[in-house]
């Protein structure tokens, strides 16, 4: 789903003077939708690198030892959402142009700068499939 200038008109209480207060607080909550998706992709890339590290492992090896998992489990975590917050992979940048095309193509997302949208007023973008 694509939203747009069209779509935003469409919200309640996206009229005029609203309009851009409403387009913020939408930003932000799709920015911080995104960077959770981040983290949680990374969460789970670290996890299944763990699992198949333990299992390629010799039997005597320490990785093998389930003792630390769960401290392990939750410092990956954090690593997992340091990583997110600095936009490491990338991910919440392309979902965020996805969901977000009045963005500028050249717009800083990591600083959560927005451009105007370069779009005439009841002009809507337009979305391509992959």
């Known amino acids: 789903m694509s939203i747009n200038n069209a ?3 469409t919200l309640p209480g996206t009229a005029d003077a609203g309009d851009s207060a409403e387009q913020s607080r939408l930003r932000a909550r799709a920015t911080d939708a995104a960077v959770k998706f981040e983290a949680f992709f990374i969460k789970q890339l670290m996890k299944q690198m763990r699992a198949s590290t333990a299992e390629l492992a010799a039997e005597d090896s320490p990785l093998k ?3 630390n998992e769960d401290m392990l489990a939750l410092a990956d975590g954090l690593v997992a959402d340091a990583m997110a917050g600095q936009r490491a992979f990338g991910i919440a940048d392309l979902m965020l142009r996805q ?3 009045t963005l500028e193509r050249g717009a800083d997302l990591s600083n959560g700068a927005a451009a105007s949208p370069s779009m005439p007023k009841g002009v809507s973008s337009t979305r ?3």
Do not use: D, G, M
């Open 65 to 67: 030892n389930r003792v």
């Open 7 to 9: 779509t935003l008109a």
């Open 99 to 101: 969901v977000l095309p």
């Open 128 to 130: 391509i499939e992959p």
